[in-house]
């Protein structure tokens, strides 16, 4: 779920409005680098695909007027920002937390395009590679070291879904071929009824179906396109 302010919420609903993004990469001496609308950012796209029962992974593109070099394999918060016309204060709200994938510039244009992708990407490294113990342990437990495994928060809230609590006696994916963590974490999703996604902030969750509490009507859509899936 996405945070947003009640002063954001209220300037999303307004016919006409200012956007700025912001996206922000923090070095390891924690040093922030960031690029805005107002500067390096030319467009930014963000596409989604899930499926229930399974998992569902985004991908961002980024298209910067400048030429930027050794990025490839950073990590990126993406946020969209609406600016309040009252103060001329910028509200933000985070889109996701991403890793560069790859990086295409173009010295002759002057012009960078970033591809990136969430933590469910990183998820598709191989289920051999990594250390496996504690068994037995819960479902929800299975969950927990599979998100600290693939870099995001470790504490997951499974509290209520079906076979949460169920016990994985032993490493049952040990002897799989090309077994990946993302195909655990679509089998999580199978047994306890949900789909696996990456928030905003960088978890994991198992999201159940849920009747939606919002509709899109002609009032307030006004572009839909459907794309081929990926991930």
């Known amino acids: 779920m996405i945070t947003a302010s009640s002063r954001f919420k209220t300037n999303a609903q307004a016919p006409v409005k200012t956007v700025q993004?912001?996206?922000?990469?923090?070095?390891?001496?924690?040093?922030?680098?960031?690029?805005?609308?107002?500067?390096?950012?030319?467009?930014?796209?963000?596409?989604?695909n899930s499926t229930w029962l399974f998992s569902g992974a985004k991908k961002a593109e980024i298209n910067l007027v400048d030429v930027v070099t050794g990025v490839a394999g950073e990590t990126f918060t993406i946020e969209l920002g609406?600016?309040?016309?009252?103060?001329?204060?910028?509200?933000?709200?985070?889109?996701?937390?991403?890793?560069?994938?790859?990086?295409?510039?173009?010295?002759?244009?002057?012009?960078?395009?970033?591809?990136?992708?969430d933590t469910m990407r990183t998820a598709e490294m191989l289920w051999e590679e990594g250390a496996h113990t504690g068994y037995?342990?819960?479902?929800?437990?299975?969950?927990?070291?599979?998100?600290?495994?693939?870099?995001?928060?470790?504490?997951?809230?499974?509290?209520?879904?079906?076979?949460?609590?169920?016990?994985?006696?032993?490493?049952?994916?040990?002897?799989?071929?090309?077994?990946?963590?993302?195909?655990?974490?679509?089998e999580i999703a199978n047994v306890t009824a949900t789909t696996a996604?990456?928030?905003?902030?960088n978890d994991l969750k198992f999201v159940p179906f849920a009747t939606p509490t919002e509709r899109l009507t002609y009032a307030n859509l006004k572009k839909y396109k459907m794309l081929l899936p990926y991930g």
């Open 197 to 201: 996604i990456i928030n905003s902030e």
């Open 82 to 117: 609406i600016i309040d016309p009252a103060t001329s204060e910028v509200d933000y709200i985070t889109l996701g937390v991403f890793n560069a994938h790859s990086v295409d510039v173009n010295f002759e244009k002057g012009t960078t395009k970033i591809t990136l992708f």
């Open 21 to 48: 993004m912001r996206v922000t990469q923090v070095l390891t001496d924690g040093t922030p680098i960031v690029w805005t609308s107002a500067d390096l950012i030319k467009s930014i796209r963000i596409d989604a």
């Open 136 to 186: 037995p342990k819960t479902v929800a437990q299975l969950a927990e070291s599979l998100s600290y495994n693939i870099g995001c928060n470790e504490t997951i809230d499974m509290t209520g879904l079906p076979n949460a609590d169920a016990i994985v006696e032993s490493n049952l994916w040990k002897l799989i071929n090309r077994e990946t963590y993302r195909d655990v974490i679509n």
